[in-house]
Nanobody, 124 residues
Framework: QVQLVESGGGLVQAGGSLRLSCAAS????????MGWFRQAPGKERVFVAA????????AYANSVKGRFTISRDNARKTVYLQMNSLQPEDTAVYYC?????????????????WGQGTQVTVSS
């Protein structure tokens, strides 16, 4: 069992930056690949970024590639999402997720554990 708690969301102006954190507790963090997803009002939850167990492999949605960076610190049991050049269309609840597979996964159905989400709002 893995518990995930996101933090770092908030309100930012377009062009600004935020860094989301996801702290994990429970079983061995390094056994899990991690991902970030987001859900805007009235829309489905979509993939944002993912990272393998070691941090050596990452994947990004085309909409965030070049602006967002996912990373992890296995010693701190934390995964991060650095978000730069934020735009109003990035407004959503951002969810952290863990999958018991160690490779990068880009679909929600592969993830076993989810956090409660953190709100990111980008004003124009």
């Amino acid at each position: 069992q893995v518990q995930l708690v996101e933090s770092g969301g908030g309100l930012v102006q377009a062009g600004g930056s935020l860094r989301l954190s996801c702290a994990a507790s429970g079983r061995t963090f390094s056994s899990y690949a991690m991902g970030w997803f987001r859900q805007a009002p009235g829309k489905e939850r979509v993939f944002v970024a993912a990272i393998d167990w070691s941090g050596g492999d990452t994947a990004y949605a085309n909409s965030v590639k070049g602006r967002f960076t996912i990373s992890r610190d296995n010693a701190r049991k934390t995964v991060y999402l650095q978000m730069n050049s934020l735009q109003p269309e990035d407004t959503a609840v951002y969810y952290c997720a863990a999958t018991s597979g160690i490779v990068v996964r880009t679909t929600a159905r592969h993830y076993d554990y989810w956090g409660q989400g953190t709100q990111v709002t980008v004003s124009s």
